[in-house]
Protein backbone atom coordinates (compact mmCIF):
# COMPACT_ATOMS: atom_id res chain seq x y z
CA UNK A 1 0.00 0.00 0.00
CA UNK A 2 1.12 3.98 -0.62
CA UNK A 3 2.73 4.73 2.64
CA UNK A 4 0.44 7.88 1.73
CA UNK A 5 -2.35 6.08 3.35
CA UNK A 6 -0.96 5.04 6.61
CA UNK A 7 -0.17 8.75 7.47
CA UNK A 8 -2.57 10.07 10.30
CA UNK A 9 -4.74 13.72 9.54
CA UNK A 10 -1.99 15.86 11.29
CA UNK A 11 0.88 14.58 9.16
CA UNK A 12 -1.09 14.58 5.68
CA UNK A 13 -1.76 18.24 6.52
CA UNK A 14 1.79 18.61 7.42
CA UNK A 15 2.43 17.37 4.14
CA UNK A 16 -0.09 20.04 2.63
CA UNK A 17 1.19 23.17 3.88
CA UNK A 18 5.45 21.97 3.34
CA UNK A 19 3.83 21.74 -0.48
CA UNK A 20 5.05 17.96 -0.54
CA UNK A 21 1.54 16.97 -1.47
CA UNK A 22 -1.89 18.20 -2.13
CA UNK A 23 -5.40 17.59 -1.61
CA UNK A 24 -6.17 17.15 -5.17
CA UNK A 25 -3.26 14.79 -5.67
CA UNK A 26 -3.94 12.96 -2.31
CA UNK A 27 -7.71 12.63 -3.12
CA UNK A 28 -6.71 11.29 -6.74
CA UNK A 29 -4.86 8.59 -5.07
CA UNK A 30 -7.48 7.77 -2.77
CA UNK A 31 -9.93 7.14 -5.72
CA UNK A 32 -7.66 5.49 -7.64
CA UNK A 33 -7.22 2.97 -4.55
CA UNK A 34 -10.65 2.26 -3.67
CA UNK A 35 -10.32 1.47 -7.56
CA UNK A 36 -8.34 -0.89 -7.35
CA UNK A 37 -9.55 -2.53 -4.07
CA UNK A 38 -13.23 -2.43 -5.55
CA UNK A 39 -13.42 -6.34 -5.23
CA UNK A 40 -13.59 -5.86 -2.01
CA UNK A 41 -16.61 -4.12 -1.98
CA UNK A 42 -16.37 -1.61 0.30
CA UNK A 43 -18.64 1.27 -1.27
CA UNK A 44 -21.94 1.23 -2.56
CA UNK A 45 -21.57 4.14 -4.71
CA UNK A 46 -18.28 6.20 -5.12
CA UNK A 47 -18.89 9.62 -5.43
CA UNK A 48 -15.32 10.52 -7.03
CA UNK A 49 -16.39 13.68 -8.67
CA UNK A 50 -17.90 14.88 -5.15
CA UNK A 51 -14.43 14.44 -3.62
CA UNK A 52 -12.68 16.02 -6.33
CA UNK A 53 -14.27 19.17 -6.03
CA UNK A 54 -13.79 19.11 -2.61
CA UNK A 55 -10.69 18.62 -2.87
CA UNK A 56 -10.16 21.98 -5.46
CA UNK A 57 -11.90 23.99 -2.67
CA UNK A 58 -9.47 22.76 0.42
CA UNK A 59 -6.38 23.32 -2.38
CA UNK A 60 -7.16 26.65 -2.37
CA UNK A 61 -7.52 27.21 1.49
CA UNK A 62 -4.10 25.61 1.69
CA UNK A 63 -2.50 28.15 -1.28
CA UNK A 64 -4.13 31.07 0.09
CA UNK A 65 -3.20 30.46 3.55
CA UNK A 66 -6.47 31.01 4.80
CA UNK A 67 -7.95 29.32 7.75
CA UNK A 68 -7.82 25.90 7.55
CA UNK A 69 -10.66 23.57 8.28
CA UNK A 70 -9.72 20.41 10.82
CA UNK A 71 -10.60 17.74 8.02
CA UNK A 72 -9.52 19.79 4.89
CA UNK A 73 -8.57 17.10 1.97
CA UNK A 74 -9.05 14.37 4.00
CA UNK A 75 -10.84 11.23 2.42
CA UNK A 76 -14.33 10.44 4.84
CA UNK A 77 -16.54 7.14 3.54
CA UNK A 78 -20.14 7.46 4.99
CA UNK A 79 -22.23 4.28 5.72
CA UNK A 80 -25.21 4.17 3.43
CA UNK A 81 -27.80 4.70 5.78
CA UNK A 82 -26.86 8.45 7.20
CA UNK A 83 -29.27 10.70 4.60
CA UNK A 84 -27.03 12.58 2.34
CA UNK A 85 -28.90 15.66 -0.06
CA UNK A 86 -28.34 14.51 -3.70
CA UNK A 87 -27.11 11.23 -3.15
CA UNK A 88 -28.76 8.11 -3.44
CA UNK A 89 -28.99 6.58 0.19
CA UNK A 90 -29.98 2.50 0.02
CA UNK A 91 -29.15 1.35 3.21
CA UNK A 92 -28.26 -1.66 1.08
CA UNK A 93 -32.07 -2.76 0.30
CA UNK A 94 -33.97 -3.24 -2.26
CA UNK A 95 -36.23 -0.83 0.03
CA UNK A 96 -34.62 2.17 -0.89
CA UNK A 97 -32.80 1.38 -3.80
CA UNK A 98 -33.88 4.34 -5.53
CA UNK A 99 -34.23 6.74 -2.70
CA UNK A 100 -32.52 10.01 -3.20
CA UNK A 101 -32.77 12.26 0.23
CA UNK A 102 -33.72 16.11 0.17
CA UNK A 103 -31.78 17.12 3.19
CA UNK A 104 -28.11 16.31 4.59
CA UNK A 105 -27.51 13.97 8.19
CA UNK A 106 -26.38 16.58 10.59
CA UNK A 107 -23.12 14.74 10.69
CA UNK A 108 -22.59 14.70 7.08
CA UNK A 109 -23.02 18.59 7.04
CA UNK A 110 -20.47 18.77 10.25
CA UNK A 111 -18.21 16.98 7.74
CA UNK A 112 -18.73 18.95 5.38
CA UNK A 113 -18.27 22.22 7.34
CA UNK A 114 -15.00 20.54 8.17
CA UNK A 115 -13.30 20.35 4.24
CA UNK A 116 -13.56 16.68 4.68
CA UNK A 117 -13.75 14.84 0.83
CA UNK A 118 -16.50 12.46 0.82
CA UNK A 119 -15.24 9.57 -1.55
CA UNK A 120 -18.89 7.70 -1.52
CA UNK A 121 -21.12 5.55 0.42
CA UNK A 122 -20.55 2.42 1.94
CA UNK A 123 -21.71 -1.08 2.09
CA UNK A 124 -23.59 -2.66 5.18
CA UNK A 125 -25.74 -5.45 6.25
CA UNK A 126 -29.51 -4.39 4.91
CA UNK A 127 -30.89 -1.55 7.22
CA UNK A 128 -27.57 -2.55 9.04
CA UNK A 129 -29.11 -5.86 10.59
CA UNK A 130 -26.11 -7.79 11.05
CA UNK A 131 -22.69 -8.26 11.77
CA UNK A 132 -20.90 -9.82 8.65
CA UNK A 133 -21.77 -7.45 5.88
CA UNK A 134 -23.02 -10.15 4.31
CA UNK A 135 -26.76 -9.43 3.97
CA UNK A 136 -25.94 -6.33 1.40
CA UNK A 137 -27.81 -6.69 -1.86
CA UNK A 138 -25.33 -5.41 -3.46
CA UNK A 139 -23.01 -8.39 -2.22
CA UNK A 140 -20.71 -9.05 0.61
CA UNK A 141 -17.89 -6.71 1.48
CA UNK A 142 -14.97 -8.63 1.70
CA UNK A 143 -11.85 -8.61 4.91
CA UNK A 144 -9.16 -7.13 3.26
CA UNK A 145 -6.35 -9.18 5.21
CA UNK A 146 -7.52 -12.07 3.82
CA UNK A 147 -6.74 -12.72 0.35
CA UNK A 148 -7.07 -16.30 -0.22
CA UNK A 149 -10.00 -17.48 -2.17
CA UNK A 150 -11.55 -18.73 0.91
CA UNK A 151 -12.11 -15.27 1.94
CA UNK A 152 -13.04 -13.97 5.39
CA UNK A 153 -16.13 -11.34 6.64
CA UNK A 154 -15.26 -7.76 7.27
CA UNK A 155 -17.68 -8.03 10.17
CA UNK A 156 -20.84 -5.41 10.50
CA UNK A 157 -22.64 -3.89 9.99
CA UNK A 158 -20.29 -1.01 9.36
CA UNK A 159 -17.92 -3.36 7.28
CA UNK A 160 -17.93 -1.26 4.17
CA UNK A 161 -16.29 1.40 6.19
CA UNK A 162 -13.66 -0.61 7.84
CA UNK A 163 -12.79 -2.07 4.52
CA UNK A 164 -12.83 1.49 2.93
CA UNK A 165 -10.58 2.85 6.06
CA UNK A 166 -8.29 -0.90 5.75
CA UNK A 167 -7.95 -0.95 2.23
CA UNK A 168 -6.77 2.72 2.23
CA UNK A 169 -9.23 4.14 0.12
CA UNK A 170 -9.96 6.73 3.21
CA UNK A 171 -8.70 8.02 5.99
CA UNK A 172 -11.82 8.22 8.13
CA UNK A 173 -15.23 6.54 7.90
CA UNK A 174 -17.91 7.27 9.68
CA UNK A 175 -20.48 3.94 10.54
CA UNK A 176 -23.65 3.63 12.98
CA UNK A 177 -23.15 1.44 16.16
CA UNK A 178 -26.46 -0.38 17.28
CA UNK A 179 -24.97 -3.34 19.18
CA UNK A 180 -21.29 -3.00 18.16
CA UNK A 181 -21.54 -2.17 14.73
CA UNK A 182 -18.76 -0.12 14.24
CA UNK A 183 -16.67 -1.79 16.82
CA UNK A 184 -16.66 -4.94 15.89
CA UNK A 185 -16.13 -4.99 12.01
CA UNK A 186 -12.57 -2.58 12.67
CA UNK A 187 -11.63 -5.00 15.30
CA UNK A 188 -11.56 -7.56 12.00
CA UNK A 189 -10.27 -5.34 9.84
CA UNK A 190 -7.30 -4.32 12.03
CA UNK A 191 -8.50 -0.58 12.49
CA UNK A 192 -9.97 1.54 15.41
CA UNK A 193 -13.26 1.83 16.15
CA UNK A 194 -15.27 4.00 18.00
CA UNK A 195 -18.52 4.37 19.53
CA UNK A 196 -19.53 7.67 21.57
CA UNK A 197 -21.59 8.19 24.49
CA UNK A 198 -25.24 8.39 23.42
CA UNK A 199 -26.67 11.60 22.59
CA UNK A 200 -22.97 13.16 21.79
CA UNK A 201 -23.54 12.96 18.08
CA UNK A 202 -26.53 13.86 16.36
CA UNK A 203 -28.37 10.89 14.89
CA UNK A 204 -30.33 13.03 12.59
CA UNK A 205 -30.60 11.76 9.43
CA UNK A 206 -29.24 8.35 10.63
CA UNK A 207 -32.11 5.99 9.37
CA UNK A 208 -32.83 4.38 12.22
CA UNK A 209 -32.78 0.49 13.57
CA UNK A 210 -32.91 1.04 16.96
CA UNK A 211 -33.38 4.33 18.09
CA UNK A 212 -32.62 3.83 21.81
CA UNK A 213 -28.94 2.61 21.33
CA UNK A 214 -27.74 3.99 17.42
CA UNK A 215 -25.40 5.92 17.72
CA UNK A 216 -22.77 7.09 14.81
CA UNK A 217 -19.51 5.68 15.18
CA UNK A 218 -15.79 6.47 14.09
CA UNK A 219 -13.94 4.60 11.89
CA UNK A 220 -10.10 5.40 11.33
CA UNK A 221 -6.33 3.83 11.83
CA UNK A 222 -5.36 5.81 14.46
CA UNK A 223 -6.52 6.60 17.93
CA UNK A 224 -5.80 10.56 17.36
CA UNK A 225 -7.85 10.78 14.39
CA UNK A 226 -10.83 9.37 15.98
CA UNK A 227 -10.69 12.29 18.24
CA UNK A 228 -9.89 14.50 15.32
CA UNK A 229 -12.87 13.85 13.73
CA UNK A 230 -15.28 12.96 16.81
CA UNK A 231 -14.33 17.29 17.44
CA UNK A 232 -16.15 17.98 14.15
CA UNK A 233 -19.50 15.77 14.32
CA UNK A 234 -20.12 16.13 18.06
CA UNK A 235 -22.21 18.51 19.90
CA UNK A 236 -26.02 19.23 20.59
CA UNK A 237 -28.41 19.66 17.32
CA UNK A 238 -31.79 21.33 17.89
CA UNK A 239 -32.85 18.44 14.78
CA UNK A 240 -31.98 15.74 17.19
CA UNK A 241 -33.75 16.14 20.48
CA UNK A 242 -31.78 13.02 21.68
CA UNK A 243 -28.67 14.78 21.35
CA UNK A 244 -26.85 16.12 25.21
CA UNK A 245 -27.71 19.73 25.29
CA UNK A 246 -24.49 21.17 26.63
CA UNK A 247 -21.99 22.29 24.66
CA UNK A 248 -19.06 19.44 24.00
CA UNK A 249 -15.66 20.18 24.58
CA UNK A 250 -13.34 19.19 21.85
CA UNK A 251 -11.30 15.50 23.47
CA UNK A 252 -7.08 16.54 23.65
CA UNK A 253 -4.74 13.71 23.15
CA UNK A 254 -2.03 14.23 25.67
CA UNK A 255 1.35 13.37 25.11
CA UNK A 256 1.96 13.57 28.71
CA UNK A 257 -0.84 11.59 30.00
CA UNK A 258 -0.12 9.67 32.83
CA UNK A 259 -1.23 6.27 33.41
CA UNK A 260 -0.45 5.82 36.55
CA UNK A 261 -3.06 6.97 38.53
CA UNK A 262 -5.75 5.18 36.34
CA UNK A 263 -8.20 2.12 37.09
CA UNK A 264 -9.05 -0.43 34.97
CA UNK A 265 -11.81 -3.55 35.51
CA UNK A 266 -11.14 -6.44 33.74
CA UNK A 267 -14.61 -8.12 34.14
CA UNK A 268 -14.60 -11.82 34.82
CA UNK A 269 -17.81 -12.31 32.96
CA UNK A 270 -16.63 -11.85 29.60
CA UNK A 271 -14.37 -14.75 29.94
CA UNK A 272 -17.20 -16.51 28.04
CA UNK A 273 -17.55 -19.74 26.59
CA UNK A 274 -16.57 -19.85 23.00
CA UNK A 275 -14.25 -17.43 23.21
CA UNK A 276 -11.17 -18.18 20.90
CA UNK A 277 -7.70 -18.99 22.89
CA UNK A 278 -5.82 -16.01 20.81
CA UNK A 279 -8.30 -13.58 22.06
CA UNK A 280 -7.78 -14.76 25.71
CA UNK A 281 -3.80 -14.62 25.50
CA UNK A 282 -4.18 -11.48 23.73
CA UNK A 283 -6.80 -9.76 26.64
CA UNK A 284 -3.58 -11.26 29.26
CA UNK A 285 -1.05 -9.92 26.74
CA UNK A 286 -2.41 -6.30 27.51
CA UNK A 287 -2.94 -6.55 30.93
CA UNK A 288 0.27 -7.34 31.75
CA UNK A 289 1.27 -4.76 29.62
CA UNK A 290 -1.26 -2.15 31.59
CA UNK A 291 -0.41 -3.51 35.04
CA UNK A 292 3.31 -1.95 34.99
CA UNK A 293 2.05 1.57 34.44
CA UNK A 294 -1.64 1.30 36.14
CA UNK A 295 -3.73 -0.04 38.31
CA UNK A 296 -5.47 -3.36 37.67
CA UNK A 297 -8.81 -5.33 39.25
CA UNK A 298 -11.33 -7.78 38.75
CA UNK A 299 -14.64 -6.79 38.46
CA UNK A 300 -18.29 -8.03 38.27
CA UNK A 301 -21.21 -7.03 35.73
CA UNK A 302 -23.60 -9.94 37.02
CA UNK A 303 -26.05 -9.67 34.14
CA UNK A 304 -23.82 -9.79 31.39
CA UNK A 305 -24.95 -13.26 30.54
CA UNK A 306 -28.19 -12.31 29.95
CA UNK A 307 -27.71 -9.04 28.30
CA UNK A 308 -27.53 -10.04 24.55
CA UNK A 309 -30.83 -11.91 24.96
CA UNK A 310 -32.11 -8.63 26.22
CA UNK A 311 -30.54 -6.70 23.56
CA UNK A 312 -31.67 -9.06 20.90
CA UNK A 313 -35.61 -8.27 21.95
CA UNK A 314 -35.49 -4.79 22.38
CA UNK A 315 -33.83 -4.35 18.73
CA UNK A 316 -36.51 -6.56 17.18
CA UNK A 317 -39.27 -4.56 18.93
CA UNK A 318 -37.75 -1.29 17.73
CA UNK A 319 -36.96 -2.83 14.14
CA UNK A 320 -40.64 -3.78 13.91
CA UNK A 321 -42.25 0.05 15.09
CA UNK A 322 -39.15 1.18 12.59
CA UNK A 323 -39.82 -0.64 9.53
CA UNK A 324 -43.47 -0.08 9.40
CA UNK A 325 -42.73 3.37 7.49
CA UNK A 326 -42.00 1.69 4.75
CA UNK A 327 -45.28 0.69 3.13
CA UNK A 328 -45.06 1.83 -0.45
CA UNK A 329 -47.04 4.88 -0.63
CA UNK A 330 -44.61 7.47 0.45
CA UNK A 331 -41.32 6.97 -0.63
CA UNK A 332 -38.78 3.57 -1.53
CA UNK A 333 -40.37 0.97 -3.28
CA UNK A 334 -43.38 0.22 -4.52
CA UNK A 335 -45.13 -3.16 -5.74
CA UNK A 336 -46.73 -3.28 -9.22
CA UNK A 337 -50.17 -4.15 -7.80
CA UNK A 338 -53.59 -3.19 -8.60
CA UNK A 339 -55.43 -5.03 -5.43
CA UNK A 340 -56.37 -3.60 -2.10
CA UNK A 341 -54.27 -1.29 0.52
CA UNK A 342 -53.31 -4.17 2.25
CA UNK A 343 -51.77 -6.12 -0.63
CA UNK A 344 -50.00 -3.13 -1.89
CA UNK A 345 -48.53 -3.25 1.66
CA UNK A 346 -47.97 -7.12 2.03
CA UNK A 347 -46.28 -7.13 -1.85
CA UNK A 348 -44.00 -4.27 -0.80
CA UNK A 349 -42.50 -5.23 1.82
CA UNK A 350 -42.01 -8.98 0.73
CA UNK A 351 -40.27 -7.47 -2.32
CA UNK A 352 -38.43 -4.80 -0.41
CA UNK A 353 -36.53 -6.48 2.61
CA UNK A 354 -34.84 -9.61 2.56
CA UNK A 355 -35.43 -12.86 4.83
CA UNK A 356 -33.24 -11.24 7.89
CA UNK A 357 -35.05 -7.91 7.73
CA UNK A 358 -38.46 -9.68 7.74
CA UNK A 359 -37.88 -11.92 10.60
CA UNK A 360 -37.25 -9.81 12.68
CA UNK A 361 -39.91 -7.43 12.51
CA UNK A 362 -42.02 -10.56 12.64
CA UNK A 363 -40.68 -11.41 15.86
CA UNK A 364 -40.60 -7.50 17.12
CA UNK A 365 -44.59 -7.69 16.22
CA UNK A 366 -44.47 -11.09 18.21
CA UNK A 367 -42.83 -9.66 21.60
CA UNK A 368 -44.81 -6.58 21.10
CA UNK A 369 -48.51 -8.39 20.71
CA UNK A 370 -50.72 -7.63 24.08
CA UNK A 371 -50.55 -11.18 25.62
CA UNK A 372 -46.39 -11.00 24.81
CA UNK A 373 -46.39 -7.00 25.65
CA UNK A 374 -45.10 -7.93 29.31
CA UNK A 375 -43.71 -10.77 29.59
CA UNK A 376 -40.80 -9.95 27.16
CA UNK A 377 -40.84 -6.46 26.26
CA UNK A 378 -41.35 -5.02 29.50
CA UNK A 379 -39.18 -7.71 31.33
CA UNK A 380 -36.57 -6.69 28.78
CA UNK A 381 -37.05 -3.18 29.89
CA UNK A 382 -36.35 -3.59 33.19
CA UNK A 383 -33.45 -6.07 32.69
CA UNK A 384 -31.62 -3.29 30.82
CA UNK A 385 -32.22 -0.92 33.63
CA UNK A 386 -30.25 -3.50 35.68
CA UNK A 387 -27.76 -3.81 33.15
CA UNK A 388 -27.15 -0.56 33.18
CA UNK A 389 -26.71 -0.36 36.82
CA UNK A 390 -24.09 -2.92 36.75
CA UNK A 391 -21.70 -0.17 34.53
CA UNK A 392 -22.88 2.61 36.96
CA UNK A 393 -21.79 0.66 40.14
CA UNK A 394 -18.02 -0.26 38.50
CA UNK A 395 -17.58 2.75 37.44
CA UNK A 396 -19.05 4.64 40.18
CA UNK A 397 -19.26 2.31 43.27
CA UNK A 398 -17.12 1.59 46.71
CA UNK A 399 -14.21 -0.19 44.72
CA UNK A 400 -14.94 1.72 41.12
CA UNK A 401 -12.81 1.68 38.18
CA UNK A 402 -12.01 4.33 35.47
CA UNK A 403 -12.13 1.75 32.14
CA UNK A 404 -13.08 -1.52 31.38
CA UNK A 405 -11.18 -4.26 29.01
CA UNK A 406 -12.11 -6.76 27.06
CA UNK A 407 -12.16 -8.48 23.86
CA UNK A 408 -14.02 -6.95 20.92
CA UNK A 409 -14.81 -9.70 19.53
CA UNK A 410 -14.22 -13.96 20.44
CA UNK A 411 -12.71 -14.69 17.19
CA UNK A 412 -10.46 -13.41 14.21
CA UNK A 413 -12.27 -12.72 11.14
CA UNK A 414 -14.53 -16.15 10.45
CA UNK A 415 -14.60 -17.28 6.95
CA UNK A 416 -17.34 -16.44 5.01
CA UNK A 417 -18.93 -19.87 4.34
CA UNK A 418 -18.57 -20.77 8.09
CA UNK A 419 -20.17 -17.73 9.12
CA UNK A 420 -23.14 -17.95 6.75
CA UNK A 421 -23.72 -21.60 7.94
CA UNK A 422 -25.31 -19.86 11.04
CA UNK A 423 -28.68 -17.97 11.06
CA UNK A 424 -27.91 -14.56 11.23
CA UNK A 425 -29.77 -14.09 14.76
CA UNK A 426 -26.87 -16.66 15.87
CA UNK A 427 -24.15 -15.28 14.44
CA UNK A 428 -25.36 -11.96 16.09
CA UNK A 429 -25.81 -13.50 19.44
CA UNK A 430 -21.78 -14.50 19.15
CA UNK A 431 -20.47 -11.67 17.43
CA UNK A 432 -22.12 -9.01 19.62
CA UNK A 433 -21.36 -10.48 22.84
CA UNK A 434 -18.99 -8.27 24.08
CA UNK A 435 -20.35 -5.13 21.85
CA UNK A 436 -23.80 -4.69 22.93
CA UNK A 437 -23.98 -4.18 26.65
CA UNK A 438 -22.11 -0.45 26.03
CA UNK A 439 -25.06 0.37 23.63
CA UNK A 440 -27.55 -0.78 26.48
CA UNK A 441 -25.75 1.23 29.15
CA UNK A 442 -25.39 4.20 26.27
CA UNK A 443 -21.55 4.20 27.01
CA UNK A 444 -18.45 5.13 24.85
CA UNK A 445 -16.54 1.90 23.99
CA UNK A 446 -13.72 2.14 21.35
CA UNK A 447 -12.11 -1.38 20.03
CA UNK A 448 -7.97 -0.89 19.13
CA UNK A 449 -6.18 -3.71 17.34
CA UNK A 450 -3.52 -5.18 19.14
CA UNK A 451 -1.89 -8.11 17.62
CA UNK A 452 -2.27 -10.79 14.32
CA UNK A 453 -3.31 -14.37 15.07
CA UNK A 454 -1.67 -17.31 13.59
CA UNK A 455 -4.17 -16.88 10.85
CA UNK A 456 -2.31 -13.14 10.09
CA UNK A 457 -5.70 -11.50 11.07
CA UNK A 458 -6.41 -8.83 13.56
CA UNK A 459 -6.88 -9.21 16.94
CA UNK A 460 -8.52 -6.21 19.09
CA UNK A 461 -9.67 -4.95 22.42
CA UNK A 462 -12.14 -3.30 23.85
CA UNK A 463 -12.30 -0.33 26.45
CA UNK A 464 -15.45 0.89 28.13
CA UNK A 465 -16.08 4.34 30.16
CA UNK A 466 -18.36 5.87 31.64
CA UNK A 467 -20.69 8.33 29.56
CA UNK A 468 -18.84 11.67 28.65
CA UNK A 469 -15.30 9.37 29.53
CA UNK A 470 -14.32 10.15 25.65
CA UNK A 471 -10.91 12.00 26.45
CA UNK A 472 -10.14 9.47 29.00
CA UNK A 473 -10.92 6.66 26.80
CA UNK A 474 -9.34 7.59 23.51
CA UNK A 475 -5.79 8.86 26.22
CA UNK A 476 -5.89 5.44 27.69
CA UNK A 477 -6.28 3.84 24.21
CA UNK A 478 -3.86 5.75 22.53
CA UNK A 479 -1.47 4.15 25.54
CA UNK A 480 -2.44 1.10 24.16
CA UNK A 481 -2.01 1.31 20.44
CA UNK A 482 1.91 3.02 20.98
CA UNK A 483 2.69 -0.02 23.19
CA UNK A 484 1.68 -2.67 20.72
CA UNK A 485 2.35 -0.49 17.77
CA UNK A 486 0.29 -2.95 15.57
CA UNK A 487 1.68 -2.93 12.22
CA UNK A 488 -0.71 -1.09 8.89
CA UNK A 489 -2.23 -3.65 6.36
CA UNK A 490 -0.14 -4.07 3.23
CA UNK A 491 -1.66 -4.49 0.17
CA UNK A 492 0.78 -4.60 -3.05
Excluded at 147 to 156: P, Q, V
Excluded at 386 to 404: E, K, P, W
Aim: glycine share 6%; net charge neutral.
Amino acid sequence: MNKLSSYTIKEIHRAYNDKFLTPTNFIDQCIERAKKTSGFNAFITLTEDLARQQSVVSEKRFKSNSKIHRLDGISVGIKDNFCTKGISTTCASNMLKNFVPTYNATIYSKLLDAGACVMGKTNLDEFAMGSGTVDSMYGPSKNPWCLDKNWRIAGGSSGGSAVAVSSGACVVAIGSDTGGSTRNPAALCGIVGFKPTYGVVSRYGLIPLVNSMDVPGILARKVEDIAATLNCIAGPDHLDSTTIQQTFSPVCIRSDFDLAKIRIGIPKEYHCKGMNEEVLETWQFVIDLLERECIISTVSLPHTSVSIAVYSILNQCEVASNMSRYDGLEYGHRADTDYSTEELYASTRCEGFNNVVRSRIFAGNYFLLRQNYEKFFLKALKLRRLISDDFRYVFNGVNRVDLLLTPTTLSDAPLYNDFVSKANRDQCALQDYCTQPANMAGIPAISIPIKLSKNKLPLSLQLMGPALSEELLLNVAKKIEDFVNFPTLNIS
